[in-house]
């Protein structure tokens, strides 16, 4: 499931591009929380927090709970901006969440195993989908969703249908999507 981290956050008045160049001079990172039923909250968060909180992360979808002055807020990760150069983070989206409203994330996709078809017959795996777009209350959000391909021979497939999902949790794609396949390597014969 999604690791919740606690991160403290302060409401941010100054807003706009040099507002943002000083707040990252003093180590501070620009942030918003936005969603729910309150209009977006812009705040600050210490880049030590920040960067503490994405170093302990294991995937993409981090659940927050903002300890902000005027109360606490739980929000999802949205989006993290980072500078081209140098790779710091320069500014965070939150997105505000409910314990008891489904959310839809983007989950990646991950194999686990060596299929039968690759080890001993030299075929070739293809992973068509890096990731599956989900439903389910936040408490239930995996961070990966991994599925084992060892008992895929050349010409089967894994759909999305066949992927067992934790429970809570729904595939919001198509369930006939291929997700893995084993296929027969292609042999080019050379000219005579």
Request: charged residues 20%.
């Amino acid at each position: 499931m999604a690791k919740q981290v606690k991160l403290k956050a302060e409401n941010r008045t100054a807003v706009g591009r040099s507002a943002g160049r000083k707040l990252k001079a003093l180590g501070i990172i620009p942030a918003v929380v936005y969603g729910g039923k309150t209009k977006p909250q812009p705040l600050q968060v210490l880049a030590r927090d920040v960067n503490a909180m994405l170093s302990h992360a294991s995937g993409e979808n981090i659940l927050v709970e903002l300890e902000i002055t005027g109360g606490n807020r739980l929000a999802l990760v949205q989006e993290i901006q980072h500078a081209p150069i140098g790779g710091n983070v320069l500014h965070i989206d939150f997105h505000a969440v409910s314990m008891d409203e489904k959310i839809h994330a983007e989950v990646p996709l991950e194999s686990v195993g060596i299929a039968n078809g690759v080890k001993n017959f030299g075929g070739l795996l293809e992973q068509s989908l890096r990731s599956l777009s989900l439903e389910c209350l936040p408490r239930d959000l995996p961070d990966r969703i991994t599925v084992d391909i060892s008992a895929l021979n050349i010409g089967d497939a894994i759909h999305v249908r066949d992927i067992a999902l934790p429970s809570g949790v729904t595939a919001k794609v198509q369930p006939e999507l291929t997700a893995f396949s084993v296929v027969a390597p292609a042999v080019e014969e050379e000219p005579v």
